[in-house]
């Protein structure tokens, strides 16, 4: 059974700080998807990381994802507020056949 | 970007009502897919359709239903509500050509049974 664990659950940062969020998952993946979601909100997509090594950068975001040590880690660089929400990464491990198991979420507070 | 359209937004609702939740498309996606979370958790996949007539269960057991008899809609009914499924039931369609897109998820439906 595949299981995907995020770490940190929680985080609290202060403005202009950078950190990572790490994604580990059980089973052999090479698809990986990271969301956004605020508060009473729906999801929005990040980056879907599809192969070995793959970086996409988005802003002050950026994801990468490691096949082999089964870990995708998303970094913040120079946090804004407007980051702060529940960002979770979720694993294809189905063939393809897009069954995304989901992290529990890193629920991210960036202060003044 | 999809547009993904979920009512309603909110319901509350009485023990061993019949419900409905509707999802509908305009993008002519072909797979769909209905995700259950609950307050501060992950989403769990209870099902999913990759085209008109096809619909599976996913990896957490539902009692709910589910149909596919039109490309843009994905209704998702419960016979007999019960407090334990109060949760947000959020949908997502991606669209055809192969498995490797990213998932467009609606605003969700809040329910809560009383």
């Known amino acids: 059974e595949l299981k995907v664990e995020q770490n940190p659950l929680f985080l609290s940062m202060q403005e202009g700080k950078n950190y990572t969020i790490y994604c580990n998952y059980s089973?052999?993946?090479?698809?990986l998807y990271w969301y956004r979601q605020d508060p009473g909100k729906s999801l929005e997509s990040l980056f879907v990381?599809?192969?070995?090594?793959a970086v996409k950068q988005e802003g002050r975001l950026m994801a990468s994802l490691d096949t082999k040590a089964r870990l995708s880690t998303l970094h913040i660089t120079a946090a804004v507020h407007d980051l702060s929400a529940t960002y979770f990464c979720?694993?294809?491990?189905?063939?393809?056949?897009?069954?995304?198991?989901f992290g529990q979420g890193t629920r991210l507070t960036i202060n003044p | 970007e999809a547009d993904i359209y979920q009512t309603p937004r909110y319901l509350v609702i009485g023990t061993g009502k019949k419900i409905t939740l509707e999802c509908s498309q305009t993008?002519?996606?072909?797979?769909m897919y209905w995700y259950q979370q609950d307050p501060g958790m992950e989403l769990h996949l209870i099902h999913y359709?990759?085209?008109?007539?096809?619909?599976e269960k996913g990896d957490l057991s539902s009692e709910s239903t589910v149909s596919r008899i039109r490309t843009e809609h994905f209704p998702l009914t419960l016979e007999s509500a019960r407090p334990s499924h109060t949760s947000q039931y959020l949908c997502?369609?991606?669209?055809?050509?192969?498995?490797?897109?990213?998932?467009?998820f609606g605003s969700g439906t809040q329910l809560s049974v009383l």
């Open positions: 997502a369609s991606s669209p055809p050509g192969g498995f490797n897109e990213k998932l467009f």
């Open positions: 089973t052999t993946s090479d698809r």
């Open positions: 990381l599809l192969s070995n090594g």
């Open positions: 979720a694993v294809d491990a189905t063939q393809g056949a897009q069954k995304l198991v």
């Open positions: 993008m002519g996606h072909d797979k």
């Open positions: 359709s990759y085209g008109v007539n096809s619909t």
